[in-house]
């Protein structure tokens, strides 16, 4: 949280910035800004901290409805990365190394573009979308097939982990 009073163009002005990061999900921080012309709005110290308040309570309630929302795509897919590595170790997956190294490859190339998603905002409607991309892409059917699949397995093990946000396998009912 922070309160800078600075001149910009010769009209006083004052920034206030708050900085909120979840203490369940590091990679949730929020940190909103707001700028108020001194003079125009009457900007007093007593004001402004009453805003700093405002805004830390703002970005507060942001990172409450970003944690509701689960994991980042990202981090399901590193968590189901480090299970299975697991699970290889102990033989109790069925893809060997090399197939499942080339299956997380598909995985973070193919969905470069939900790195910003959450795994709950992920619905029915984005895998589609992303399956008819591929296509466009003229990827192979094949690919296609193998690629649901691999997507399936990483939902399928973040409801069995019981992952936050994620309560529904977005892959049901979607068909190449």
Known sequence: MAIKWYEENGVKMCQITAHVRSKIDPTIRKQPK?????????????????EEKL???????????????????????????????????????SQRPPCFQDSMSSLRRFTEGWTELRAGEIAPAEVTRLLHKLESEEKAGSTLVR?????????DLA??????????????GVSI
């Open 147 to 155: 690629f649901l699949g691999d997507l399936k397995k990483v939902f």
């Open 34 to 50: 707001r700028r108020f012309d001194v003079i125009a709005d009457k900007m007093t110290e007593e004001k402004a901290l009453r």
């Open 55 to 93: 805004l830390e309570r703002e970005a507060e309630r942001q990172v409450f409805e970003a944690e509701t929302l689960g994991f980042s795509w990202m981090r399901l897919l590193d968590f189901y990365e480090k299970e299975v590595d697991k699970r290889i170790k102990q033989g109790s997956w």
């Open 159 to 172: 409801i069995m982990h019981e992952i936050k946000g994620v309560s529904r396998n977005p892959t049901i």
